[in-house]
């Protein structure tokens, strides 16, 4: 009974472990694809791991909001470097003068020399109707600050990038152990269904001999009840698998109904794990990881911005030009060529900051901080990564040792169990002896297709603390 719970703990362990491939609960999110049509037979969708990859860059939405992000830091690149570019634009005006403006010229001060020369209440000046158009266009010539923003909408893009390519490295790592989870999953019930049909056979033969009076009750007994506690373990088993695709699908973007045929199996992974042998630590590149490169990333991202605000200690020269025509009169008639006349300018402007309350210096300190803050991030960062690494590497090399030891334990229980039903056959064994021999045979299985499914996800784990993406797309 001892053997048997720790067999059934072992079988839920797996089973458990098969549905927490990831980090976050792929069972949570909703499928965006379209659904089948009722009523229509669907053929299922063959896939190969590589091809579960494939299909879930082209499906995902994280992805595709990613690669989005990077074209809209693209545009805002280009919407920066438009800056530099002279900026043209056509003006117009029209105004219509409610009162007119009065000016006095002394006409009623006797001792003015202009006395007499003009009513002693003055007169108005302007028209009542004004237009103007023309052209208005603009350029820097010396712009400090735009020129440092050009480096910082690189560095955006490039942050950006980085993102784009970290979700992708994180969701072929997720799809990957997912799609073994299902192969364990699956494994598991066909060493289970293997161990049912065993003791059904033997509970089978064990009837016909307790009909025939050569073998005990107890013997007809105790395989029925071996019999039946395996069924518990099959059905939770097939129900890992049922749960175990259903995961898949969501990463894939696959409505829950879409029927999946998945075309490896856990045996094909065995001959990597036999001749696998497990990285050193000193091989083991953090360069390509994720993680840092969007810290290094953001750090050049400040610097970059640190020194557009340095910028703003700097002057600033623009030309400006315009030409502009004029309409004035008291009567709005535009086909008076007298009443229209031309004008343009050309200026240059300087602008020198002095003081503005001590607002950019204290800018520049803030931004100072944050880059100090992002380089203790990023140390923190590095060595949580590298422990994350080492064991990665442990899980590896324990994998290893315990595909060797199960492969030779898988090895000695089916001999072993062969022996116990000949003795049993021939009345030197007990049923006990076949017993202990089928569920010494069944743990040995699980052990060893557990020790296949924890190397490969132990793989794919360092495979994405390294950022290597084994995917074409």
């Not at 992000?69 to 219509?96: C, F, M």
């Not at 799609?179 to 060493?191: H, K, N």
């Not at 324990?398 to 089916?414: G, H, K, T």
């Not at 699980?446 to 132990?458: D, E, F, G, K, P």
């Amino acid at each position: 009974m001892e053997k048997k719970n720790r067999t059934n703990c072992l079988l839920g362990g797996m089973l458990l472990l098969s549905l927490l491939l990831s980090p976050r609960s792929a069972l949570g999110q909703t499928p965006t694809s379209a659904s089948q049509p009722s009523g229509e037979e669907v053929k299922p969708l063959r896939l190969s791991i590589d091809e579960a990859v494939r299909l879930a860059l082209e499906q995902s939405a994280q992805v595709k909001t990613s690669g989005l992000a990077v074209d809209q830091a693209r545009y805002e690149q280009k919407k920066t470097i438009g800056g530099l570019y002279p900026n043209v634009n056509l003006s117009g005006s029209y105004t219509y003068m409610l009162k007119k403006q009065r000016v006095y010229f002394g006409g009623d001060d006797p001792s003015s020399p202009m006395a007499g020369m003009f009513p002693a209440d003055g007169i108005e000046m302007g028209e009542k109707h004004a237009l103007q158009g023309g052209i208005v266009a603009g350029m820097p010539i010396i712009a400090p600050q735009l020129w440092a923003s050009l480096e910082l909408d690189k560095q955006a893009v490039a942050l950006a990038e980085e993102k784009a390519r970290s979700s992708k490295i994180a969701l072929e790592a997720e799809v990957r152990k997912a799609y073994m989870g299902i192969l364990l999953a699956r494994e598991s019930e066909r060493v289970l269904q293997s161990n049912y049909n065993n003791a059904k056979t033997n509970y089978d033969q064990i009837v016909a001999k307790w009909q025939q009076g050569v073998v005990a009750e107890y013997d007809k007994i105790r395989m029925d009840a071996q019999v039946k506690n395996i069924l518990p373990n099959l059905v939770q088993a097939r129900e890992a698998i049922r749960l175990s695709e259903a995961k898949l699908k969501v990463l894939l973007a696959l409505e829950p109904t879409v029927p999946i045929e998945i075309t490896e199996s856990l045996g094909d992974y065995q001959g990597r794990v036999a001749s696998a042998l497990p990285e050193r630590m000193g091989s083991v590149s953090l360069a390509e990881n994720s993680q840092l490169r969007t810290l290094d990333l953001q750090g050049k991202q400040l610097d970059a911005a640190l020194r557009v605000k340095k910028m703003a200690f700097m002057p600033t020269l623009s030309l400006s030009f315009n030409y502009m025509y004029n309409f004035s009169a008291d009567k709005l008639k535009l086909d008076n060529s007298k009443r229209w006349s031309p004008f343009s300018t050309i200026a240059l402007s300087l602008s020198v900051p002095l003081f503005n309350g001590f607002s950019r210096q204290n800018d520049v300190h803030a931004t100072r901080t944050q880059l100090q803050q992002l380089q203790l991030q990023r140390v923190d960062a590095e060595r949580q990564l590298h422990l994350s690494a080492m064991n990665s590497l442990s899980a590896q090399t324990n994998a290893i040792e315990q595909f060797v030891a199960a492969r030779e334990a898988v090895a000695s229980a089916e001999k072993g169990y062969q022996i116990a039903q000949v003795r049993y056959k021939t009345g030197e064994g007990t049923i006990l002896e076949l017993n202990d021999a089928d569920m010494a045979l069944l743990q040995a299985r699980l052990n060893y297709s557990q020790a296949i499914y924890n190397y490969m996800v132990a793989l794919y784990t360092l495979d994405e603390l390294q950022g290597i993406s084994h995917s074409t797309k």
